[in-house]
């Protein structure tokens, strides 16, 4: 098993349908079942993720049900990849994004590219501005699955750059800088153990800066390669997530960069990193994120 790919759900049974769908081999381009598994981990949803949801998506699909009185998903993800059997992990910590066809394919290309590699994609919103705006301006679930259907994105899921905004730290577009969190990464399991996995630390509902931590964490790491893929992406639904889904008046950053202090025992700032090698290729619809 090359790749295991850990996706952490909660409440979003709505959401978990598609983005299971977009990882699946039915929808991903060149890879097959023996490449890669996915990991769904329930993190303590009111309504349990239904086992045939999960498995329904492939065989080389599993649920893992986490019972927490936690609102962080930190802890599910540590347990994902603690039940992987891949030699590299893949991470989503909102399981409310979808990948686009070649995510997984060019993600396992990419880690041959060098011998300690940090693989990541960018990220988009679904919906005509950045969720934190568009919601605002009555874009909901109902809005979203009429825009899904008329995207016909099952058949061609590189038509989701049609329907999507650069999501604020993907800004810049492909040859943006460096975004300061990864909505997708995929490192060597052992990288991944050597800086001791998410820092349970953090028990902000969503995490708070966890991902952000643990970025600079593996970037931190003498004789890693920062690998960025072209061309593909996640996409976060809408689903009333505690940051993404919140007018920015709302935004909990300032509770979480409190938090963060108070662990870290300093500001939280992006670590600096040199530019990127780059893998992949470009779809027409995704050819207008180039720059932005």
């Known amino acids: 098993m090359r790749l295991s790919i850990i996706v952490i759900f909660h409440d979003m049974r709505r959401e978990a349908a598609r983005t299971l769908h977009s990882l699946s081999t039915a929808y991903q381009r060149g890879v097959s079942e023996a490449d890669y598994e ?44 603690a039940a992987a059997r891949g030699a590299a992990v893949a ?44 919601i605002l301006e009555g874009y909901d679930q109902a809005r979203e699955d009429a825009l899904l259907a008329e995207a016909n994105w099952q058949d061609d899921g590189y038509r989701l750059f049609d329907i999507s905004t650069l999501a604020q730290t993907s800004a810049g577009g492909f040859f943006g800088p460096v975004p300061s969190e990864f909505s997708w990464v995929v490192v060597a399991r ?84 040199s530019t990127p090698l780059y893998i992949g290729s470009l779809s027409e619809p995704a050819r207008r994120f180039l720059q932005d």
């Open 91 to 134: 991470i989503i910590v909102d399981g409310a994004r979808m990948a686009s066809p070649g995510l997984v394919g060019t993600s396992l290309q990419a880690l041959n590219l060098a011998a300690q590699p940090v693989v990541y994609a960018r990220s988009w919103h679904l919906g005509p501005d950045v969720q934190n705006r568009s």
């Open 38 to 81: 996915v990991i769904a981990v329930d993190n303590a949803s009111a309504e349990p993720l239904p086992e045939s949801l999960v498995t329904g998506a492939g065989p080389n699909f599993r649920l893992i049900r986490h019972e927490t009185t936690s609102v962080s998903p930190v802890e599910a993800v540590n347990l994902g990849v």
């Open 190 to 273: 052992e990288l991944f153990e050597a800086v001791e996995g998410f820092d349970v630390r953090f028990t902000s509902p969503g995490g708070g800066l966890v991902n952000q931590h643990f970025r600079n964490r593996v970037l931190a790491r003498p004789g890693v390669t920062l690998v960025q893929i072209l061309g593909e992406g996640v996409f976060h639904q809408v689903h009333g997530g505690v940051a993404t889904n919140v007018p920015m008046k709302q935004h909990p950053v300032g509770r979480y960069r409190q938090e963060y202090m108070d662990i870290i025992g300093e500001e939280f700032a992006a670590l600096p990193v």
